[in-house]
């Protein structure tokens, strides 16, 4: 059950990849802080509060070419590369899910909380992720089975189990439909009538829920964010010993996740929170969970 299905994963250790993976957020980083202060031409995607910068596109494209140059069987999932309609295809073969810079609202507004967050999977199961915090300077990374850090620094989660003890973070997102803000609206006032110590946004999903790593908060939940939101920080947090699910088992393409300091509370968040339709990224039936619960 557990052989290589591809050759490429009889190659265990992928820590060179990471390494790679590391200097170039960093080059990333220094691009986007470079643009940060300076004016921008701003597009609108799938919303008037979805936006993408020429930053986000060059940042993007310099990742994937300094990557193929290295590793040129490799594939990619990019956010700005789908955008521009590219297909969005997880297979086994080592791919690469990167968001030049996640927190593009903030990018424009000169709010400080702008990452960039790269994951790499073989066999569809992610083998690190690296979110690195440009304007804070914090690079979190995970290596699977060895550990989440903050800049070299072990990270744990809070292993709080009371759901009346935490900070929950979360995200609005680009949606605007009324089915969507209600929904979005309704989870967070029956979370605080729990009551919750807290909720929290930042505007980058990536950051989020890396906070839930460091024992900063002790929940993320998000329904209708992508992939490359996501896969890099899902890693750290399992990494720092905490849960990310959904329904069940997590599935970074189902736009669904929660990520939490343990099980009791995604428990109870799951039984809260609920969702609005969202097609999936890709794989598996039509994103079903019309409002149900998560
Ligand atoms: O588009 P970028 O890469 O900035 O990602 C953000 C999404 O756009 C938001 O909807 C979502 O709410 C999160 O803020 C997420 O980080
Ligand atoms: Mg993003
Ligand atoms: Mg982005």
New binding site residues.
Partial sequence: LHAPRTPHAAMADWTDCLDFGISLAKQASEAVLTAFNRQKEVKLKSSPA?LVTETDQRVEKMLISAIRKRYPQHRFIG?ESVAAGEPLELTDRPTWII?P?????NFVHRFPFVAISIAFTVNKQTEFGIVYSCVEDKLFHAQRGRGAFLNGEPLHVSGQEDISRCVVVT????ERDDLALSTLTSNIFRLLKLPVHGVRAL????VDMCQVATGGADAYYHIG?HCW?IAASAIIVKEAGGVVTDTDEFDMMSRRVIAASSSSVANRISQVVRAFPCRRDCGGAPGANGGAAL
């Avoid at 995200?171 to 680009?174: K, L, V």
């Fill in positions: 979805d956010e968001d810079i996640d927190g593009t609202v995200e609005i997102g680009a505007g980058t999903a990536a964010m939101d």
